[in-house]
């Protein structure tokens, strides 16, 4: 069984910064890809960024881009979303998903963890 847990959430002003961290407990998966998602109140989920841990490559969510960044660690199983410049139209909560070793569809969630930036 694979459990994700998100930390980091919070309140921050205007242009500040957060950093989530996405851990799994369970068996470890060292390979396949991590995602982080979100999802407004009212709105749909949407795709912020992902990480692909065999070799680390990236990618952005246009609204993510130049101000997020999504990396990970490889030697604790750890992978970040650090948000910079945070505006209202980012709060949300965040998701972290992962996929199998290989695969494409994100099969494990965990619970989210809410992100309020204040005007």
């Known amino acids: 069984q694979v459990t994700l847990v998100e930390s980091g959430g919070g309140v921050v002003d205007n242009g500040g910064y957060l950093r989530l961290t996405c851990q799994t407990f369970?068996?470890?998966?060292?390979?396949?890809?991590v995602g982080w998602f979100r999802q407004g109140s009212g709105k749909e989920r949407e795709f912020v960024a992902s990480?692909?841990?065999?070799?680390?490559?990236?990618e952005y969510a246009d609204s993510a881009k130049d101000r997020f960044i999504c990396n990970r660690n490889n030697y604790e199983g750890l992978v970040y979303l650090q948000m910079y410049d945070l505006t209202p139209e980012d709060t949300a909560i965040y998701y972290c998903?992962?996929?199998?070793?290989?695969?494409?569809?994100?099969?494990?969630w965990g619970p989210g963890t809410q992100v309020t930036v204040s005007s």
């Open positions: 998903a992962r996929t199998e070793p290989g695969g494409s569809e994100y099969i494990y």
């Open positions: 369970g068996r470890t998966i060292r390979f396949g890809t």
């Open positions: 990480v692909r841990w065999v070799d680390g490559v990236t």
